[in-house]
């Protein structure tokens, strides 16, 4: 599994991955511990290995979110930098569902968020192309830090929509101005 990037805004990383801009971040000698911005191997870019039909589930599971977004069950400005459009219709069940899904997670989370007053942390497992950082900081709910976690190939894919679309990166940079911010590949 993999670390994506880590809010911390009101704590500290170690200096040496503390890092003001995503594409300073992004470098592979930014971080000089472990092996952050370690390359894929040939088999993680191929997609190859047991894990193949966990994986999958991250590109299926966004179409189906981006196509639920584009008829009006929610509102998630940011799936369209991450997910192509459907090209054909979902069953009014499956929208239904990840509506249940996500309005569910969203209304935990909120409450966890208010009661806390934001002083906790969010670990995302499995994230895929989830958008849950940029919603909480739309509506000025981020944690004290945030995490998401997922295979090398999907962080990879990622982390290359965050740096090449502007949406993204700049609410992460304007998150860590002068804070520390840490992005990329960890083993």
């Given at each position: ?108 989370l909120e409450a966890f ?75």
């Amino acid at each position: 599994m993999q670390v994506l990037y880590a809010n911390q805004r009101m704590g500290g990383a170690p200096s040496d991955h503390a890092h003001s801009r995503v594409d300073t971040a992004l470098c592979k000698s930014a971080c000089k511990a472990g092996d952050w911005g370690r390359d894929l191997s040939r088999e993680e870019r191929a997609g190859g290995g047991a894990d193949e039909a966990v994986r999958g589930t991250c590109e299926d599971a966004s179409v189906c979110k981006r196509f639920a977004v584009s008829v009006g069950y929610w509102k998630d400005p940011y799936i369209q930098y991450f997910v192509r459009q459907a090209k054909e219709r979902k069953a009014p069940e499956i929208n239904r569902g990840y509506y249940a899904r996500v309005q569910g997670v969203s209304y935990l989370l909120e409450a966890f968020l208010k009661k806390t007053e934001c002083n906790c942390q969010i670990v995302n497992l499995g994230a895929g192309m989830d958008t849950l950082f940029w919603r909480l900081k739309d509506e000025n709910l981020l944690p004290r830090k945030y995490f998401e976690v997922d295979f090398p190939m999907i962080v990879a894919r990622k982390i290359h929509n965050i740096k090449s679309k502007p949406p993204l990166s700049k609410p992460i940079i304007e998150t860590h101005s002068g804070d520390s911010l840490l992005i990329g590949l960890k083993r």
